[in-house]
Structure formats: structure tokens, C-alpha cells
Antibody
Framework: VQLVESGGGLVKPGGSLRLSCAASGFTFSDYYMSWIRQTPGKGLEWLSYISGTTGYTTYAESVKGRFTISRDNGRNLVYLQMNSLRAEDTAVYYC??????????WGQGTLVTVSS | ELVLTQSPGTLPLSPGERATLSCRASQTVSSNYLAWYQQKPGQAPRLLIYGASSRATGIPVRFSGSGSGTDFTLTISRLEPEDFAVYYCQQYSRPPATFGQGTKVEFK
């Protein structure tokens, strides 16, 4: 089971970025997928999840209306579209498989830096 | 939001010693919906325990979880050198899922 994120980088405040996560080693559509971020100040913060096949999504209040999670079950990919980025969105972003509420495994993480 | 408070913040110990880490919830964690993770520098967190006391696949038996209600404990029976890391608890009882701030187990 492996998750590999990509798409992080440096972006200016107000800008956009799309993170991708490639999944392998399991039946992708059987699982909810989530994004979690980590900062030195706020620690680990769950951001969003998407259901396996129905497309149901939910978001943390801190990103609701700015971030959008989506998935492509045919290609075993999950995405996080991040718009209106702020300095406080600077973090390492992890793609994770949600298993009945806990998270396993985690991707290696991708760093997003929001700075002018 | 259900807040998890971990203590101590830092736990200085030596290899071979027993580590006892605490996670206290601001509200009852129903059905023992609590997990523990280990994170080493430069790595992603790794699942250790789910359901408060069930070890994840491949996790050594020296790791054990216990507790219920609002008080949970992660115990490492005899520390190995590779166990020096940061440990986080996470609840999935009430959305949104939340994490504790972590306990760092460091070399004394």
C-alpha cells in the first residue's frame, strides 16, 4: 500500500495550487481518502475527506469554500485543489487513507509554502 | 471540536525503560475511537494503535494502548533505540477528527 503526493511548492498569497496523490497496492474505490496537514505551530490538522464511490465530501472549517477534494477512481488518484491561499496554509500536506476513522497509511508529504 | 491534550510534552528516557504517554479528551471518546501514531524526523506519521488498544499490522507487541472515556494511555514496555520519536493521539469519535499536540520521547 503506497501513497505518493505531488504538486507542492511556493505560491503567493491569494494564489492556487493543486496537490495530487497516487495510490497503489489496494482497491482504491473501497476507501475514503483524506488530506491532513502539519505545521510546527498547529500540529496535525485534518482538512477533508472524500468517499470511495459516491463523491461525498466534507471539509474542516479552516478550508471550507477554498479547498476542494476530488478523486479519479479509474486512475487511483486523489486531488486537493487549494484556492485563495494564505500564509497560514503553509504546511506539509499528507494524503492518507481513511480506515473506519483512523488514517493508514500516510503519504510522504508535500510542502506547500505561501509567501510573497 | 473535541480537544485532545497529551502529556507530558517531552519524556526523557533511556533504552530499556518503560514509556507511559497520556492522552486526555475534552469530551468522552465513544466506542474507544482513539488511535496512536508515531512520527520520526522527516517522516510521515505511522499508525500504531486503533480502537484504543488494537495494534496495527506489523507493530511490535511492546506497544500497547489502553483507556476509555476521556483518558487513554500508550505504553512502550521496553524502549528500543528506534522508538525515540514523537507520538500523537487522534480521536475519530466526533467529527472533525482531531489530534493531540504530541509527546516527544527523547534520550535522557
Amino acid at each position: 500500500v503506497q501513497l505518493v503526493e505531488s504538486g507542492g511548492g511556493l505560491v503567493k498569497p491569494g494564489g492556487s495550487l493543486r496537490l495530487s496523490c497516487a495510490a497503489s497496492g489496494f482497491t482504491f474505490s473501497d476507501y475514503y481518502m483524506s488530506w491532513i496537514r502539519q505545521t510546527p505551530g498547529k500540529g496535525l490538522e485534518w482538512l477533508s475527506y472524500i468517499s470511495g464511490t459516491t463523491g461525498y465530501t466534507t471539509y474542516a472549517e479552516s478550508v471550507k469554500g477554498r479547498f476542494t477534494i476530488s478523486r479519479d477512481n479509474g486512475r487511483n488518484l486523489v486531488y486537493l485543489q487549494m484556492n485563495s491561499l494564505r500564509a497560514e496554509d503553509t504546511a506539509v500536506y499528507y494524503c492518507v487513507r481513511r480506515v473506519l476513522g483512523w488514517f493508514d497509511p500516510w503519504g510522504q508529504g508535500t510542502l506547500v509554502t505561501v509567501s510573497s | 471540536e473535541l480537544v485532545l491534550t497529551q502529556s507530558p510534552g517531552t519524556l526523557p528516557l533511556s533504552p530499556g525503560e518503560r514509556a507511559t504517554l497520556s492522552c486526555r479528551a475534552s469530551q468522552t471518546v465513544s466506542s474507544n475511537y482513539l488511535a496512536w501514531y508515531q512520527q520520526k524526523p522527516g517522516q510521515a506519521p505511522r499508525l500504531l494503535i486503533y480502537g484504543a488498544s488494537s495494534r496495527a499490522t506489523g507493530i511490535p507487541v511492546r506497544f500497547s494502548g489502553s483507556g476509555s472515556g476521556t483518558d487513554f494511555t500508550l505504553t512502550i514496555s521496553r524502549l528500543e533505540p528506534e522508538d525515540f520519536a514523537v507520538y500523537y493521539c487522534q480521536q475519530y469519535s466526533r467529527p472533525p477528527a482531531t489530534f493531540g499536540q504530541g509527546t516527544k520521547v527523547e534520550f535522557k
